[in-house]
C-alpha cells in the first residue's frame, strides 16, 4: 500500500508541476498535493478522500507501529495508483504533445 500511495502522491506532484505550480511549504506537504488532485487531475471528493485515507494509513505504518493492510486494501489501493498513473500520462500527452508514448 505504500507503494501504491507513492505513486499517487508523485503524480499529484507530477500534475501540479505539469501545470506550472508547486506546493512550497513542506508543512504538510502530503495534504496539500493530494488536495491539489481536485484541481489538476479533476479527481472527485470521494477519490481524493480515499487518497487521504491511504496517507494516513501510511503514515501509521511508517510511524505508528504495526499496520497491516487487507489482500483487499491493497488490490484496491494498487487499482487507484494504476488509475491516476493513467490519468497524468494522459495530462502529460495533451500539455506536452509527442513528449511520452501511451
Do not use: W
Amino acid at each position: 500500500m505504500n507503494f501504491a500511495y507513492t505513486v499517487i502522491l508523485l503524480c499529484a506532484t507530477i500534475a501540479l508541476r505539469a501545470l506550472g505550480f508547486r506546493v512550497k511549504s513542506k508543512q504538510e506537504y502530503h495534504y496539500r498535493s493530494i488536495e491539489t488532485l481536485r484541481h489538476t487531475l479533476k479527481c472527485s471528493k470521494e477519490e481524493v478522500e480515499y487518497y487521504h485515507i491511504l496517507r494516513e494509513k501510511r503514515h501509521q505504518d511508517i510511524y505508528g507501529g504495526e499496520f497491516i493492510a487487507s489482500d483487499t486494501e491493497v488490490n484496491q489501493a494498487i487499482h487507484e495508483s494504476e488509475c491516476i498513473l493513467k490519468a497524468i500520462l494522459e495530462l502529460i500527452n495533451r500539455k506536452y504533445p509527442g513528449l511520452i508514448e501511451l
